[in-house]
């Protein structure tokens, strides 16, 4: 390599990090408007919308000033008895609403807003939060492709180059969702929380400038099984999220069919999310769609151990938790099938898989050594 060619590099991999410190100025920015729509957007839309769906349930008239909120017509759709479906039409100001019956005879509860958008403030701010969360994909983006040109391979050789690629996809399945018009925009606030985590733990303390690869990296293997790795562990993530809400949310749901009020905060919160019944729902079809994708992971790997060392498997530190991790979402989605262990027992289960991804990450990665330790921090 001439020193042209090494000074254009240099130049190259510059911009690659401008873009990610103006991405993490961004994606910051996109936190504090997440944290103006639930903070300061009004659920007493929400709340009005929910006590007229009671209303319609039990047969009660509505009270004065709530007849706009009971004068448009509803859809009820039942299958099975398990589930109603009750939908408006969307106003300006106001979500569609969906109400799901809850487990174990609990009353239906209808669907949140997504977030705190009940009124029109809190939509403004959540419309904000997510145009500024395209803005720093975009800038995040660049910085992966800028990396990865000044690089002359694939930008995920090293985990600082992993790290920024994983919350790059992460973003890009959050901002997919969307597209696809579906109610996740209470993924927004913890999602632009941990990327801004990840990023700041890349750029501090796993940075690498190294562009040479070692020659068992050095194989189009890296560019299966390591997008691979990277594209299930962002949906596993999503997944996560979803799980862990949920779990606040079937806690919330449970004090209120047992007639104690929870706190304030606790409300304002929780009330603004799906009902527990869809977060639920949510993370076990993205678990289950990437479950086979994770099993190819592990294949494709052995097949590059086997080009690379010489054998498919030797029970490496990665590749020991790798199959950790594949067992406890294989457990997750067999108890899923077993009326024990539906609800809270599963979501227990996914948490632990998916915590045994970030082990298999990070504490492997910095703190055992094995033939997966070549790519450095």
Not at 162 to 186: D, H, I
Request: include cysteine; aromatic fraction near 12%; charged fraction near 15%.
């Amino acid at each position: 390599m001439n020193l042209v060619t090494l000074a254009a590099n240099e130049n190259l991999a510059d911009a690659s990090n401008m873009l990610i410190y103006s991405a993490m100025a961004v994606y910051a920015l996109a936190f504090l408007a997440h944290i103006a729509e639930w903070v300061l957007g009004s659920r007493s839309k929400v709340a009005r919308t929910s006590a007229a769906l009671g209303r319609e349930e039990t047969g009660t008239e509505p009270a004065a000033g709530d007849e706009a909120a009971a004068a448009a017509p509803a859809v009820t759709v039942r299958s099975g008895g398990t589930t109603a479906v009750l939908e408006r039409p969307r106003q300006r100001s106001g979500p569609k609403v969906v109400t799901r019956s809850g487990p174990a005879g609990r009353p239906e509860v209808p669907d949140g807003p997504g977030a705190a958008g009940g009124d029109e403030r809190g939509d403004m701010y959540g419309r904000i939060a997510v145009s500024l969360t395209v803005l720093a994909f975009l800038l995040h983006a660049g910085c992966v492709l800028v990396r990865a040109i000044a690089v002359g391979r694939a930008p995920w050789a090293n985990m600082y180059e992993f790290s920024t690629t994983f919350s790059m996809v992460v973003v890009a399945g959050y901002l997919g969702f969307l597209l696809a018009k579906k109610n996740v925009r209470w993924l927004g606030l913890p999602l632009v929380t941990t990327v801004l985590l990840d990023l700041g733990l890349a750029v501090t303390v796993l940075y690498n400038d190294s562009t040479q690869l070692v020659p068992a990296l050095d194989s189009y293997w890296l560019y299966i099984h390591v997008s691979l790795a990277i594209t299930v562990g962002a949906l596993f993530y999503l997944g996560a999220v979803a799980t862990v809400l949920y779990l606040l949310r079937d806690r919330h749901e449970t004090k209120l069919a047992a007639g104690r009020q929870p706190g304030k905060l606790a409300s304002s919160v929780l009330e603004r999310l799906p009902s527990s019944v869809s977060l639920d729902k949510f993370a076990y079809r993205i678990n289950a769609a990437v479950f086979p994708l994770w099993t190819f992971t592990i294949i494709a790997g052995a097949i590059w151990a086997e080009s690379a060392w010489g054998r498919y498997w030797g029970w490496d530190p990665k590749e020991v938790w790798s199959f950790i991790t594949w067992v406890f979402y294989a457990a997750y989605l067999h108890a899923r099938s077993t009326a024990g262990w539906k609800g809270r027992k599963a979501a227990y289960l996914a948490i632990a898989a998916f915590a045994c991804w970030i082990f298999n990450y990070y504490f492997v990665n910095i703190f055992f050594e094995g033939l997966h330790s070549y790519g450095g921090v």
